[in-house]
């Protein structure tokens, strides 16, 4: 076991002095899933730049406070992230997403003036379309930022609405002329005085975001809910393109005579199998590790049932092994060897769901889809982050997932005793 | 000690190994002289574990290398011809790897380790990886990472290779220095001054067989202290019988070629200035040349032909 642990560990130090490697394995797949992003995530077209997203604005209000902030949208830093576009039919908005005409709606309540006047609260309306995921959270973002020093800057300007108010109620034309500079002289003010004042909180914004029964759920909206139906396949994809690269290694060792010369060591050729199946496995879980981490702080995915999720990952990550293994076992070099693998990987990946969730296949594809190595673990992870579902729910594709993996191990064993041979 | 008994390794049809037998003492450097098929790789690969015999037996260190392959292993560190190291770490991080596959772990190894980088002159850049040396440096860290677990027992396949004079003199020293430590070496090589100056005893192999073996003044005596004579040009092979009979011995056909004939003359007296007054009668020779005794001379004599061939 010593020995085991020594040679993963020099394998683990040789990826570690050469960083590019393992992020030349990451890189295809993460490619891959920012295009499937962009694509089922409806960034829409875009040249240059992060999109800005259409904000629909209905003001119910109409009046100098709503036309105030209806401006403030327009200014930057709001103009680098959205497009506000005044809307006047409400029931309308719905349709324009379906249509993906907008990212967003911002709905201002009657009453908007009259209740800050008053100290009220109010509240704003703000949806996000469900067919899109990036550009409403970026308006949503930057509605929040804007809102906290909107907040300050209402607070400065409350004392020129009342002014206004009190202009309206008496109607001095004698005053008006001095009561209007001194209205402008207000608004000025507030504009450099934005920063010392303290946060009033009045404006809130009430987010809503649309669950339609009929849409299914990889559309529910938001990066988190897109990621957590396809990350599951892109994450197994990127196992298997880690177990192969590190296999090629292996293969390579061979033809340089590494692996040569730790046969002449005593070292028995069992103990320099399992060493290498090891460290696939190793390398694919840490794979694994990075990808989970990054769809938790990138895109929110919830990781959830950590023990189920950790079977089916070790599950696989056997798969990848035997799999490999297998592959690599009878190749004559180590292009015929990298060229199989390669359409193997893909062919798996295509099969079982590594790029499209297997519930998008057809239905009489569906069943043979969920028995294949990539489809069974997929499903099992799929249905544990995106459906709730325990240990229990899912130990039929856990099952398949671990007989698949000590199978394909079975089967490289005996293959791989020849294959040892020729070192 | 190494001790080799009628092995035979056959790959179908093909004979690589026909029975051959030598023994290497303890604390001696053995070479074994051959050109490229002539069985040196395989007699290495089947000591080093790394191929089974046909039949025979292979004792390393006592051990035999087929039935007690671990021990065997664990008394026999092998230097492949090829560098073969982990090119992403430095030298420390190999020579640490190389030594972990033989069980050394901790302190022993560290300090093992300094003083191997010591020895071949890495310490200074024993934190570079190792792609970045160059190829002398590369060769003495390939050297050092068969002798980490300090074996009794060194295969040195062909170590000198490709590298620069000076760097062959390094490395040719060091191989001297773990002799001298009482560790037995089996030096295949190419170049036979290397032979020459390093091996106590030498094999001579070619053709899965070896040929002569004994000490450097027992294998110029079987040439018979005599000169060779290499002859170019176009040659009547009716002709070279004729004068070679007329020498009355004195002159022993080796090789005859289309276009070269190697000849074995006795030194001294006139039978050179004979045999050159001689030529005239053979066709047309272009070029002549002279070599006194050697083991190359023995060498072409075992086997007919140069070793570089």
């Known amino acids: ?44 077209s875009s040249s240059g730049g992060v999109p800005k997203g259409k904000l629909l604005v209905v003001d119910h209000d109409n009046t100098v406070a709503s036309g105030i902030f209806k401006q403030s949208l327009e200014r930057e830093p709001m103009s680098d992230f959205m497009i ?47 067919r899109q995921s990036v550009r409403p959270q970026m308006i949503e973002a930057i509605l929040d930022s804007f809102l906290e020093i909107g907040n300050h800057a209402l607070g400065e300007v409350r004392g020129a609405l009342d002014m206004v108010r009190d202009l309206s109620e ?64 892109l994450l197994l994809f990127s196992m298997m393109l880690v177990g192969e690269g590190f296999e090629k290694r292996f293969f390579h060792d061979v033809a340089q005579g590494r692996a040569r010369r730790i046969a002449a060591a005593p070292v028995p050729r069992r103990t320099a199998m399992l060493a290498e199946g090891f460290s696939i496995l190793v390398g694919a879980l840490i794979c694994a590790a990075i990808l989970l981490t990054a769809s938790r702080l990138l895109f929110h995915v919830r990781l959830r049932e950590p023990l189920t999720m950790g079977l089916f990952l070790v599950g696989f990550a056997v798969i990848v092994v035997g799999l490999l293994k297998a592959l690599y076992a009878r190749a004559k070099s180590e292009r015929a060897a990298g060229t199989i693998a390669g359409v193997v990987v893909l062919m798996n990946s295509l099969i079982g769901g590594g790029f499209v969730p297997v519930e998008f296949f057809a239905q009489g594809m569906q069943p043979f889809a969920r028995w294949t190595p990539v489809g069974c673990t997929s499903q099992g992870l799929l249905d544990v982050l995106a459906r709730n579902r325990d240990l229990v729910d899912v130990a039929p594709m856990l099952l398949r997932t671990w007989g698949w993996g000590l199978g394909l191990c079975l089967l490289a064993f005996l293959l791989g005793r020849r294959a040892h041979a020729r070192v | 000690m190494i001790e080799v008994q009628d092995l035979k390794k056959t790959y179908g049809s093909v004979v690589a190994l026909d029975g051959v037998s030598f023994r290497v003492p303890d604390g001696t450097i053995y070479g074994l002289l ?27 260190g006592g051990y035999d290398v ?56 890495l310490g200074e850049h024993a934190k570079r990886p190792a792609e970045t ?36 003199l390094h490395i040719l020293e060091m191989v001297r220095d773990i002799a001298r430590e009482g560790t037995t070496i089996l030096y295949t090589t190419h170049y036979l001054h290397e032979a020459e100056d390093l091996c106590e005893r030498i094999a001579i192999i070619d053709h899965g067989r070896i040929l002569a073996e004994g000490t450097l003044t027992e294998l110029r005596a079987a040439v018979g202290e005599r000169d060779l004579v290499t002859v170019r040009g176009r040659f009547d092979a009716t002709a070279v019988q004729t004068l070679v009979a007329r020498l009355d011995g004195a002159v022993e056909v080796l090789s005859v070629k289309e276009d070269e004939l190697v000849l074995a003359c006795n030194s001294g007296g006139d039978t050179f200035g004979r045999l050159v007054r001689g030529f005239g009668e053979l066709g047309d020779p272009r070029e002549i040349s002279l070599r006194q005794p050697s083991l190359e001379n023995l060498f072409i004599k075992l086997t007919g032909r140069e070793l570089r061939e």
């Not at chain 1, 010593?2 to 797949?29: C, D, N, Y």
């Not at chain 1, 997403?97 to 201002?108: C, D, E, G, P, Q």
């Not at chain 2, 002539?38 to 390393?60: E, F, M, P, W």
């Open chain 1, 170 to 233: 008496e109607a001095d034309s004698t005053n008006e002329r001095a009561t209007v500079l001194a209205i402008s002289g207000a608004f000025y003010d507030s504009r450099f005085r934005l920063e010392k004042l303290s946060e009033l909180a009045n404006l809130e914004v009430k987010v809503v975001r649309p669950n339609p029964e009929e849409e299914h759920p990889s559309r529910k909206g938001g990066a988190s809910s897109f990621f957590t139906y396809f990350m599951p396949g």
């Open chain 1, 84 to 130: 506000p576009v005044l809307w006047e039919d409400e029931a309308r908005i719905p349709q324009q997403f379906r249509a993906n005409a907008a990212s967003a709606s911002l709905v201002i309540p009657k009453g908007l003036q009259d209740s800050l006047l008053t100290g009220g609260r109010v509240e704003l309306t703000f949806t996000t379309n469900p």
């Open chain 2, 133 to 168: 040396y160059s190829g002398g440096m590369k060769r003495r860290l390939n050297l050092a990472c068969g002798l980490v677990h300090r074996p009794r027992v060194v295969l040195l396949d062909e170590p000198t290779v490709g590298i620069d004079p000076q760097a062959r």
């Open chain 2, 66 to 121: 087929q039935t007690d392959a671990q021990n065997a292993k664990r008394a026999l560190g092998y230097v492949p011809q090829e560098i073969v190291l982990y090119e992403e770490l430095n030298a420390r991080e190999n020579l640490e790897f190389f030594g972990g596959l033989y069980g050394l772990r901790g302190s022993g190894l560290r300090e093992r380790v300094e003083g191997l980088l010591g020895t071949i002159d």
């Open chain 1, 1 to 44: 076991m010593q020995t085991i642990v020594h040679l993963v560990r020099a394998e683990m130090r040789r990826l570690g002095k050469s960083p590019s490697v393992p992020l030349l394995w990451l890189a295809f797949p993460i490619a891959l899933a920012l295009i499937f992003y962009l694509a089922f995530g409806s960034m829409g």
């Open chain 2, 34 to 60: 051959g050109p490229n098929g002539a069985g040196k790789s395989t007699t290495i690969a089947i000591l080093a574990g790394l191929t089974r015999a046909t039949s025979g037996q292979a004792l390393v």
